[in-house]
């Protein structure tokens, strides 16, 4: 088991994003001392946002072993495994939610015919994890497919014993049947806690509502997505901070910026361990290219989980390009595990910046509007070391400049351009230095107040 906890803290992060060599070495300084008898380190799963792919807007409700194998083949093939998008995430649809005598949850031999223990030990002879889906009422959507309500511990062995590594939780139909959100994941976490095979699992909650969508009046916002990073981070690994971006096979640039600015509303949540959850990915189901790079910059500039949500069989060369960018995941995958925050905005031009553990900063500059704009900031704005001079790599295109501190950039609409920033002489003297990670959680601290 010792193995599985390590993957899921950290193979998911350096090795497989290609993270910068500062970052990798601070990050095994903090392996080592944790290995040699020092302080105990308490076990963080998804040290970094996780990444991976989910059935939900690509295949929808209707797949089986046949899906999942071929969807994994994809992942490998294209090396989008590779790039950490490892876990494979069966949504609604992987069961109809029928019980036995027992209340064992069935599993249709006709849709999974080998077996979801079988599905899970492919899947990890080939280095990826995999991930479940469940509802924590009496069932799902409209009363359909999966709920737990009265199965959690019941159901959480079931899916530790068939050797899952993530659980997805919705609050579908425990929203429509009237059911608070905090009381019902405390219970579902302390069942994964104490599952009978002593599995570690990441949850993601995934309460989804805003206020007023079941009926007009409920959820209450304390009941609503928006209230969920007050008390999410202390259960999960991840949680809902907005409704869904799309529908199966539809994603909405609007409905991308609209879930950007709720994730936003909580950078102080987010950090190792525990992130804010603002959807999936969703390039080439209804978005311009323009439209889903600058969704996948965003993402990275939030530490959001990187979960791709459009089917990898499907998608373009181009694409496929884009979503393996290492150093946009890079960004994503910082071990310093801060959320970017927004600030500045002029029309529909907005500066975001991000603190990097080596103590770079990433700076997108996002055009929301339909025009073409310059979106212009400063090194003193993005509060970078004082240096002479700067260098600013743009991560899309792989041009690096130099400059004196001014930052900017024309902006395609519905675009958003990345950079990460450098203070040139910090670069000369960093490998002279020591502390860097400590300095950088400082900052840390400073930034997000």
């Known amino acids: ?81 590779r790039a950490g998008y490892r876990i494979v995430w069966l949504d609604y649809g992987w069961a109809s939610g029928t019980r036995s005598r027992s209340g064992e949850l069935t599993v249709n031999p006709s849709q999974w015919p080998n077996g979801l223990s079988w599905l899970t ?48 939780v919705d609050f579908c139909g425990a929203g429509q049947e009237g059911l608070a959100p905090q009381l019902l994941y405390d219970r579902f976490a302390q069942a994964l806690r104490d599952n009978s095979s002593h599995r570690s699992m990441l949850l993601n909650v995934c309460n989804f509502w805003v206020p007023g969508q079941i009926n007009g009046e409920q959820p209450s916002f304390l009941n609503s997505s928006y209230a969920n990073a007050l008390w999410a ?35 102080k949540a987010a950090g190792p361990g525990h992130w804010n959850d603002p959807d999936y990915l969703g390039p ?47 960004i994503d995958q910082d071990p310093l595990g801060i959320q970017g925050t927004a600030i500045r905005q002029i029309g529909s031009g907005q500066v975001w910046v991000k603190p990097l553990a080596s103590g770079n900063r990433a700076v997108a500059l996002l055009n929301r509007g339909s025009r073409a704009i310059r979106i212009t900031t400063s090194a003193s704005t993005i509060r970078i070391t004082r240096a002479a001079r700067y260098q600013i790599k743009n991560l899309w295109t792989r041009t690096t400049v130099t400059t004196t501190g001014k930052i900017s950039a024309r902006v395609p609409p519905h675009a958003a351009v990345l950079y990460r920033v450098t203070a040139i002489q910090a670069v000369a003297s960093a490998s002279a230095e020591t502390g860097e990670l400590p300095k950088a959680i400082q900052w840390r601290q400073s930034f997000l107040g």
């Open 1 to 81: 088991m010792a193995h599985l906890k390590r993957f899921l803290a950290s193979a998911l992060t350096c090795v497989a994003v290609g993270m910068t060599a500062d970052a990798v070495d601070a990050a095994g300084a903090v392996d080592a001392a944790g290995a040699s008898g020092g302080v105990a380190v308490p076990e963080v799963l998804a040290a970094t946002p996780y990444m991976g792919w989910n059935t939900y807007y690509g295949v929808g409700g209707v797949f089986d072993q046949g899906t999942i194998l071929s969807v994994a083949h994809s992942l490998l093939d294209r090396g989008l495994a």
């Open 121 to 168: 030990g492919w899947l990890h002879a080939r280095g990826l994890l995999a991930g479940i889906y469940t509802d924590a009422g009496a069932s799902g959507c409209d009363h359909q497919g999966v709920g737990s309500l009265g199965h959690y511990q019941q159901d959480a062995d079931a899916f530790a014993g068939w050797g899952f590594d993530a659980v997805k």
């Open 233 to 267: 981070p202390r259960v999960a690994e991840s949680w809902r901070t907005d409704t869904d971006i799309g529908a199966t096979g539809k994603i909405e640039f609007q409905n991308v910026l609209r879930n950007l600015d709720h994730d936003a509303a909580h950078p």
């Open 284 to 330: 080439q189901l209804g978005m311009t290219g323009a439209e889903a790079q600058a969704q996948m910059t965003m993402w990275a500039i939030l530490a959001a989980p990187l979960i791709l949500g459009s089917d990898p069989r499907k998608l373009s060369p181009a694409t496929i390009t884009m979503l393996k960018n290492p150093q946009v995941i890079a």
